[in-house]
């Protein structure tokens, strides 16, 4: 069986659809790809990039380059590349929605998403501070996100929050929902049977021993010995600014960051155009481009498509490791 899975293009001025129309001009064999998105925004994208396009229903196979499988989910308003309209909220939240329904029913496989613009929904009218935060609402499940390239994968702890509000937000019960979160993925979609994760400090120098804080000693240390008495292999709490250091990074199997900006700007120096956003903990793989709208650069022709490329691989794979373990795959 090969993995059935879900295209969002995300915000219909961005590049999400011309990265989708560049997707189509590659015939895949790892699984099939069902689009939801705006046909008229997809067939102005290739008209830009010059490519060929060639829209099919839901239930037709790809035979031909250009072609591409379509849940149609339309805009209310005609996009224009470059400038967001909010009026078009509804629709990219519908088409997210739509995915994610298809692949809890069982009739997809996993889901790959493209740039949103969380300004735009917001004006919109719609609440929304990320689409991680947005499935698992729509799952009704804790979850965790990760980024992963070639170099390395970095989970978080705590997400889309204002740096003030970090602290207040790494209690015990957080911290070990996240690494068991990690632990689980790292056995189920990664293959790894007995996975190593560093945990970096909330502080400086993991607190220097409580001298620059004293979350570590309160939260991190506390939880951490409670988890590798039940056998997990946990290192930490390590200061941030020397755990990705080579050749203590070639260890881990994961690293999870305390914050936002403690893990994901090493990640994205060490390879930001091929690495790809992971929510972990859903019922479904979901994988993510690392990148944002980049309104600038919509409909000129410029966009690189390695992310979404390779967020298909990724959850083509991860669906496939998951069909394994329920007896679906050979």
Do not use: W
């Amino acid at each position: 069986m090969i993995p059935r899975l879900a295209l969002v293009a995300g915000e219909p001025a961005g590049i999400g659809p011309e990265l989708c129309v560049r997707l189509a001009q590659h015939l895949r064999t790892d699984c099939t790809l069902l689009a939801f998105a705006d046909p008229d925004t997809l067939n102005a994208a290739a008209g830009a990039l010059a490519l060929p396009l060639n829209l099919l229903p839901a239930d037709q196979p790809v035979r031909a380059i250009g072609d591409l499988r379509l849940h149609v989910v339309p805009n209310p308003v005609a996009s224009v590349f470059g400038h967001t309209d909010a009026r078009n909220a509804a629709a990219v939240i519908d088409a997210l929605n739509l995915a994610a329904d298809a692949c809890l029913q069982g009739a997809l496989d996993g889901l790959v998403t493209g740039p949103v613009h969380k300004a735009a929904i917001n004006a919109g009218g719609i609440a929304y501070t990320g689409t991680t935060e947005l499935l698992a609402r729509h799952a009704d499940c804790n979850v965790v996100m990760m980024l992963a390239n070639d170099s390395m994968r970095v989970a978080l702890v705590t997400t889309h929050l204002p740096l003030r509000a970090v602290a207040d937000a790494v209690t015990r019960e957080t911290l070990e929902q996240c690494v068991r979160i990690t632990h689980a993925a790292l056995v189920r979609d990664f293959g790894i049977a007995d996975p190593l994760i560093a945990v970096l400090g909330l502080n400086p120098h993991a607190g220097e021993a409580g001298h620059l804080g004293r979350e570590e000693i309160e939260v991190i240390e506390p939880v951490l010995a409670r988890l590798r008495g039940e056998g997990l292999r946990l290192q930490g709490p390590l200061p941030a600014d020397t755990a990705f250091l080579p050749q203590k990074l070639q260890h881990f199997d994961a690293v999870l960051a305390m914050y936002h900006d403690q893990g994901l700007p090493v990640l994205k120096f060490s390879g930001f155009e091929q690495a790809v956003n992971l929510t972990l903990g859903l019922p479904y793989p979901r994988v993510a481009v690392d990148h944002g709208t980049a309104l600038e650069l919509a409909g000129k022709g410029v966009a690189d498509p390695s992310s979404l490329l390779a967020a298909v691989t990724a959850c083509a794979r991860i669906a496939r490791q998951r069909g394994i373990q329920r007896g679906l795959h050979p």
